[in-house]
DNA sequence: TACCTTCGCAATATCGAGATTGATGCCGAC
DNA sequence: GTCGGCATCAATCTCGATATTGCGAAGGTA
C-alpha cells in the first residue's frame, strides 16, 4: 500500500515476526523455557507429557527438538528420546573461551567496517540499554533488559562481514545466557556492569578495536567469575 | 562379554556405528547427497517425491531435513518448505577465512597439549592418508581419500580441549567439502596437496604451533583459490 | 498491452493411531 | 545373597490421512 516503507524501520528496533509455523511456535516456546531454566539440564523430554502442555502433536514437538539440537540445547540420544542438554563448569569454561576468541574478532571486524548507520544504531542500541538498566534498578524489566542487552551485542558485531562467526557467537550467546539464568536465578545484576558496557561502547565509537575486544573479553569472562555456584546444576551427567 | 575391551580400539580407525532410526539414515543419505551435490544448491526439497527415494515418511523426513538445518545444509523458508542451501563466492570466502581463524586456534592447541597418544594416532592417520593418496593417483578410491582426508584433519586438532571449537570445525569442513565437490566434480586432487599434507604432518611433529597453523592457512585457502569456477553453482538465490 | 483479481491445484504442515524398542520389576538358579 | 533372564509396560518412532496455505494460470478491467 504505502510507497515504499520499508517493512522494518531499523535494525535495532526490529521484532521478531510472529511464529507462521506451529513447529516454530512451539521451538521458540522450548528454548525460552530451557535458556531461562524452567527445564533442569538432563530432564528427559517426554513426548507425551509435552503434546499437552505445548498443544502440538507428536511428530510436530518431535521437529521442534530436531531444530532445538542445532542451538545444542537439546541432545537426543539413539533410540532414548531427547534430553535437555547437560552442563557443567568445564563446558562454562569452553562456551566463554570460545565467545571470546570469536566476539573479539567480529567485534574488532564490526569496528574496522562499521559505517556511520552502523554508529547510530550502536547509539541508538547503547541508550535503550542504559534506560533499561536505570529501569531494571527499580523494579525489574528482566525480560525487557536481557533483550536489550542482546541487541547491544548484536548491534556491536553487525558490521562484521561475516555471516558464520555471527552464527556461532549467536549459539554462544543462547549458551552463555542460559547459564547465566542457571546460576543467577534471583540475584539482580552486579552493579559495575553498565560502567563495563559504557567502556565498550566508548571504546567502539572512538574506533579502538584492541581496546573494545579486550573490554569485550573481559566483560565475557566476568560472566564466568560470578558463576562459582552451580549447586543442582552440575547433576546434569 | 570381553573383560574391558574398548568399543573403539582408537580414535583413528572409529567407524560410524550403524543407524539406529530411519531418522537418523535419511539424515546421513541426504546429507551425504548434499555434500556430494547430488542435489543442487537451492534446490526444492519436495517431501512428497522424497518420500519414495528414501522410503520414510512425510514427518520422519521433516525431522531428518530439521536436522539438517543444524548443518546449515539445508534451509527453511516458513511455510514454503525446506530447500538446498545455496552457494555462492561470497559464502565460500567467509567459509574459507572462518575455518583458517578456528581451525588454526584449534591446531595450535592441539599441538601444545597433544600426549604421546595424539603423536601416534597422528601418525597412523597420515599413514593411511598417504597410502590413500598413493593408490588415488592411480584407480579413483576417492570415497576412501575422502574419508581418511576428513579422519586426519580430525586427528591433527583432537588434542584442543574446546569442544566447541571442534565443532564448529567440523560444521565448516563439510560445508567446505560440498565446496569441493561442487566444483571439481570430475577433476583429480591437484599434485601438491600430498606435500602440503606432509609439511602439516611434520610441523605437528616438531611441534611447532605457528608453522602448523600458517601451512594449515594456505592448505584451506589453496581450496578456495582452485574453486574460480561456478558456473551453475551460483544461481542459488 | 499491462495489471489486478479470482480460482484451482499442488505442496506443506499437522494430527492420531499403530508398530517397534528400551526400561523396570519379579522370579528362579547358582 | 547376588546375579542373570524374562515378562510387562511405558515411551519412542513411524506412517497414512486431512486441513490449511501458497503458487500459477485464466479471466476481467482500464
Redesign the pocket.
Known sequence: MYPSTSPRSNAAEALPPPP??????AYRNLRKNIIEGRLTPGE??????M?EDY?????????ALSLLISDALVV???????RVAPVSLDDLADITETRVMLEGEALRQSIRRGDEAWEANLMAAFHRLTRAEEKLAAGDNREEWEERNRVFHEVLIAACPSRWIKHFVTILYNQAERYRHLSLRESTIPRDVHAEHRALFDAALERDAEKASAILAQHIRSTLDTVSMLPAASVGH
Open positions: 507462521k509455523t506451529l513447529v516454530e511456535s528427559k523430554l517426554r513426548i507425551e507429557h503434546k498443544g502440538v502433536g507428536g511428530a510436530t514437538l518431535r521437529e537426543s540420544q539413539g533410540q532414548r528420546g531427547f
